[in-house]
């Protein structure tokens, strides 16, 4: 099973760009997904969730109102659609799942917790001024 993104590249300050994940050989009936990124010289953090059988989406405070996660559940695709990009967001953006074995745990208002098992290989974004 594995997570395939999209979508990556270069933008200017101030643009928009969307990322697209797709699921290979598994559904995300049953999971929670959410983004994460890893800026250069940095280590990686979530950055967006959600779970339908929580009924929860969070975001982090340096894209919250920017960004905005979105799943399409019939074809196994989420999205990152990512507004008014600042410098500071360029990182490689991964995509990721993991099976909602516990309730409000991975994906909370507290934020993403816990070991997310399904992971994409990542797609870099760069912001330029």
């Known amino acids: 099973v594995q997570l395939v993104e999209s979508g990556g590249g270069l933008v200017q300050t101030g643009e928009s760009l969307t990322l697209s994940c797709a699921a290979s050989?598994?559904?995300?009936?049953?999971?929670?997904v959410g983004w994460f990124r890893q800026p250069p010289g940095k280590k990686y953090t979530g950055i967006t969730c959600?779970?339908?059988?929580?009924?929860?989406?969070w975001y982090s405070d340096s894209v919250k109102g920017r960004f905005t996660i979105s799943t399409d559940y019939a074809n196994s695709t989420m999205y990152l659609q990512m507004n008014s990009l600042e410098l500071e967001d360029t990182a490689v953006y991964y995509c990721?799942?993991?099976?909602?074995?516990?309730?409000?745990?991975?994906?909370?208002?507290?934020?993403?917790?816990?070991?997310?098992?399904?992971w994409g290989r990542g797609t870099r974004v760069t912001v330029s001024s």
């Open positions: 959600t779970s339908r059988s929580d009924g929860n989406t």
């Open positions: 990721a799942a993991v099976k909602a074995l516990l309730k409000n745990f991975y994906c909370s208002s507290s934020g993403i917790r816990g070991t997310w098992d399904v």
């Open positions: 050989e598994f559904t995300f009936d049953d999971y929670i």
